[in-house]
């Protein structure tokens, strides 16, 4: 027995998901009719369903996880169109439940970071409105999801259930990857992070969704039996889309995928009985070697480049001096604008232009704390403290989630090497802050798999 009785009904969303995938690339302008038909049904889901937490939940994993999708497919109305839809479900949230939010906290976080906007000197020549949208429209969007998420009840099997519906759009961006390049061999001829395989794409961010998606599988996987057609569906999706994430050559989001994961199957195993734990042993074996399969596979496919990338060498294997990528010379200017501006920073959006003045570089460092850091200064700590401690304060409090280091190192790890630049760090941050419970009509079936006492 799963955790759900209706796995036809999954089966049947994750074939319309693959359906999308190939309508999407046959005819790219359906991406936007697609994504608005998508998020009006969301809008009138969460309006018409009593749980709306659960149902704001599901909705912010959707729009969350396909951001990329639509991004990589000119289905967006405007660029950071899904960052704002998460603060518009969450907002009707707030109007039906206002009254029981209780993380007061994080609206101090976004007064800090509103506040820098007070004190940038904008040039005329400066798009103000695109440079604050663009830097803030993440960690503001975080501060809302997290404002509304904190401390809110759900049960276990509705949350994997949440992670299910953040899985779909992964399904369709990975059909669409292998319709893109059907043959990853003839388009890799380097170590670099490849354009190509990632749909056209940027590497990072496809990555960053992608290690997503292994996470949400693997998790899965672990709290379903092998006994259904929808496991063995999930357990070929993950060899997909590991496969995907790999010969993107984008680093971060793989390995963010597999920690978080990991995590998972080890935090799991503390706390589990003993017939779950010989289940759990059984499935880190079938992971290992699933792991090592698509391993072989990518080092034939890619004639043994991705294994240079991920030793840090060159495509003729010279070991690079830095691995970080020439990231870490970014995240010291950044700290060099932090040490001459230490208070208010330099200013919102004006790390860019600071950069460029100073070194003639115009790349960005894609990491969050040191962008925090240059823009905001102290009030960017006091920020950055803020989000990075609620969270632990809250899990010494209340141990349920068997999720929660899975999900705030998806988020911690997720802002070091992606930044905010796309929606989902701020909707995976918003689950630490979940209170899991197991008084549901599958509490025998929680209780069977994991012990009911969660301390750590």
Avoid at 83 to 104: D, E, P, S, W
Avoid at 135 to 164: E, R, T
Avoid at 304 to 311: C, D, K, S
Avoid at 341 to 370: C, D, L, M, W
Wanted: net charge positive; aromatic share 16%.
């Amino acid at each position: 027995m799963s955790f759900f009785k209706d796995d036809n009904q999954k089966i049947k969303l994750i074939l319309l998901h693959i359906l999308i995938g190939l309508v999407v690339f046959l005819i790219k302008p359906t991406s936007v009719l697609i994504n608005l038909l998508m998020i009006a049904f969301f809008v009138l889901f969460v309006l018409k369903t009593k749980d709306k937490t659960y149902a704001i939940l599901i909705s912010c994993a959707y729009i969350a996880m396909s951001d990329v999708f639509f991004r990589m497919t000119k289905g967006l109305v405007f660029y950071e169109l899904h960052k704002y839809l998460l603060i518009v479900f969450v907002l009707i949230g707030f109007a039906f439940q206002f009254n029981k939010t209780r993380g007061k906290i994080y609206l101090l976080y976004i007064g800090l970071l509103l506040i820098g906007i007070i004190f940038t000197n904008y040039d005329y020549e400066d798009e103000v409105r695109k440079m604050i949208a663009f830097n803030l429209g993440g960690p503001v969007s975080l501060g809302i999801v997290a404002l509304y998420f904190y401390k809110k009840k759900i049960p276990l099997s509705k949350l994997v259930n949440v992670l299910f519906y953040g899985l779909l759009p992964v399904v369709s961006l990975t059909v669409y990857l292998f319709l893109f390049t059907p043959s990853v061999k003839d388009v890799v001829t380097g170590t670099h992070s490849n354009f190509t395989t990632s749909g056209g794409f940027g590497p990072n961010q496809v990555a960053t969704v992608l290690g997503a998606g292994m996470f949400i599988l693997i998790s899965r996987l672990v709290l379903s039996k092998p006994r259904n057609l929808l496991f063995f569906i999930e357990l070929f999706l993950l060899i997909l889309v590991t496969y995907r994430g790999l010969v993107t050559f984008s680093r971060g989001g793989i390995i963010t995928g597999i920690i978080a994961g990991l995590f998972f199957i080890l935090f799991t195993y503390n706390k589990a009985k003993l017939s779950m734990r010989v289940k759990l042993i059984k499935a880190m074996f079938v992971f290992v070697f699933l792991g090592v399969v698509i391993w072989g596979y990518a080092l034939v496919t890619t004639s043994g480049l991705i294994e240079n990338r991920y030793a840090n060498k060159n495509a003729i294997g010279q070991e690079k001096k830095d691995i970080s990528t020439g990231r870490s010379t970014l995240i010291q200017t950044e700290l060099e604008a932090f040490l001459e501006h230490p208070f208010v920073g330099i200013g919102v959006g004006k790390n860019k232009q600071y950069r460029y003045e100073n070194t003639g570089i115009e790349a960005a460092s894609h990491n969050e704390i040191s962008r925090l850091l240059a823009e905001h200064g102290t009030l960017g700590i006091i920020a950055f403290f803020i989000i990075f401690f609620t969270p632990l304060i809250f899990r010494l409090e209340n141990k349920n989630n068997i999720y929660f280091y899975s999900f705030f190192l998806l988020w911690f790890l997720t802002i070091n090497h992606s930044s905010m630049r796309i929606a989902f760090p701020s909707f995976i941050y918003g689950l630490a802050l979940l209170d899991v419970t197991y008084e549901t009509k599958n509490k025998k079936v929680a209780k069977s798999q994991i012990q009911s006492k969660h301390s750590s």
